[in-house]
Every structure is written in structure tokens, then in C-alpha cells.
T-cell receptor, first 120, second 112 residues
Framework: KAGVTQTPRYLIKTRGQQVTLSCSPI?????VSWYQQTPGQGLQFLFE???????NKGNFPGRFSGRQFSNSRSEMNVSTLELGDSALYLC???????????????????FGEGSRLTVL | GQNIDQPTEMTATEGAIVQINCTYQ??????LFWYQQHAGEAPTFLSY????GLEEKGRFSSFLSRSKGYSYLLLKELQMKDSASYLC?????????????FGKGTTLSVSS
């Protein structure tokens, strides 16, 4: 079974530019979450999408946005890049379902390898 | 908001046992998770605790005390491949989703 696929794996941008990252979840997973990982702050939650709807949003500025398509693939976009946006952006898929008593509440996340963004 | 504390680094030798502690604020809690992340790789799920007590899974065990806001990950019979970062994460209250709050991770180095 194929894992979570993120593209591109590495990219370099300059301040003020914008970037779009893509994530294909594990087949059958309808939830896609995005996390930012930096040495100083660790893993921080950006947002979660489920059935094309944003279900949760972390404490990031509006420059960070995302969307999910009908095939569960997701993209996140960062506009007006700043130096501090340099990070590893991780996508995770899970079997989250609307039923809060389902097994999926265990929150097992399957992470992709990440997209490493460097802003110069 | 939630604050999660875990040691930054730990060292141990092959075959030994190591315990990685994690403390969190008890005001908001809906499940505690441990993930393992090897350098340059994606985090992988290790364990989940929502009730007090010990959960054992092979060489790895995780313990939770909700009243104390405390968890630990116990690794037995350490192997070189266990050298990695171990991430403690908490799911906030009233959440059934994937918005986990992660600690900054404990880097474990296993030597021969």
C-alpha cells in the first residue's frame, strides 16, 4: 500500500514569493493534516481537511492556506514568504471519521517525507 | 494553551533500558501519543494512551497518569536503530481530529 506522497521534496524560494505544496494521502484516508517542523518550535499544527472541508486550523497567519480536492489530495499555499517560513512541511493522512467513537479517534497519523522549504 | 515538556537529549547503550518522560498541562487533554522520528525521515506512530496505566507493545511501553499530567515512553533492550527523536503529543479537549500539540522531542543516542 503506497504511503503519503509529498511534492516537491525540496524547494528554494525568495522572500515575497509564494509556494504551493502538494500531498497525496494513503488510499482510503479522507483526512489530511499539515504540520510545520522547525528546530526551534518543533512540530506545529497548521490545518486539517476532511471531505474537502477545513475542520481545524492552527495558530498561523492568513498567509498560510490550504484546500482538499474530491480525491482527498491536498495542497497548501504560503504567500508572501518570509525568512521564518523556512521549515519542513509535513503532511499526514489518517482514517479520521465524523463518528467520535470510532477507532480513528486514536489519531494515528501517517506522515509523508515532507517538503523542505528554504526561503532566502 | 497546552505546554509539553520533555528532555532535549538522552544517551544510552545497547541492551539497556531508557525512560523518556513527558509532562503536560492537565487542563486540556484528550489522548496522548508518542511518535518516533529518525533523522531525515517522517515521524511514525508508536503508541496512544487515553486512560491511566501502562500500554505495552513489544520492546516499547507507554505510561500515562492523567492526574499528574505525566507520561513516559519506556524502551527496553535498546538497539542502535532506536537512535531517533521521540515526540510526545497531546490532543486538546473536545477534539476528535488530528490537531495534535507536539513537544519539541527528545533525541536519543544509542551507543555500542
Amino acid at each position: 500500500k503506497a504511503g503519503v506522497t509529498q511534492t516537491p521534496r525540496y524547494l528554494i524560494k525568495t522572500r515575497g514569493q509564494q509556494v504551493t505544496l502538494s500531498c497525496s494521502p494513503i488510499s482510503g484516508h479522507r483526512s489530511v493534516s499539515w504540520y510545520q517542523q522547525t528546530p526551534g518550535q518543533g512540530l506545529q499544527f497548521l490545518f486539517e481537511y476532511f471531505s474537502e472541508t477545513q475542520r481545524n486550523k492552527g495558530n498561523f497567519p492568513g498567509r498560510f492556506s490550504g484546500r482538499q480536492f474530491s480525491n482527498s489530495r491536498s495542497e497548501m499555499n504560503v504567500s508572501t514568504l518570509e525568512l521564518g517560513d523556512s521549515a519542513l512541511y509535513l503532511c499526514a493522512s489518517s482514517l479520521r471519521e465524523d463518528n467520535p467513537f470510532s477507532f480513528a479517534r486514536t489519531g494515528e497519523l501517517f506522515f509523508g517525507e515532507g517538503s523542505r522549504l528554504t526561503v532566502l | 494553551g497546552q505546554n509539553i515538556d520533555q528532555p532535549t537529549e538522552m544517551t544510552a547503550t545497547e541492551g539497556a533500558i531508557v525512560q523518556i518522560n513527558c509532562t503536560y498541562q492537565t487542563s486540556g487533554f484528550n489522548g496522548l501519543f508518542w511518535y518516533q522520528q529518525h533523522a531525515g525521515e517522517a515521524p511514525t506512530f508508536l503508541s496512544y494512551n487515553v486512560l491511566d496505566g501502562l500500554e505495552e507493545k513489544g520492546r516499547f511501553s507507554s505510561f500515562l497518569s492523567r492526574s499528574k499530567g505525566y507520561s513516559y515512553l519506556l524502551l527496553k533492550e535498546l538497539q542502535m536503530k532506536d537512535s531517533a527523536s521521540y515526540l510526545c503529543a497531546v490532543r486538546p479537549p473536545n477534539q476528535a481530529g488530528t490537531a495534535l500539540i507536539f513537544g519539541k522531542g527528545t533525541t536519543l543516542s544509542v551507543s555500542s
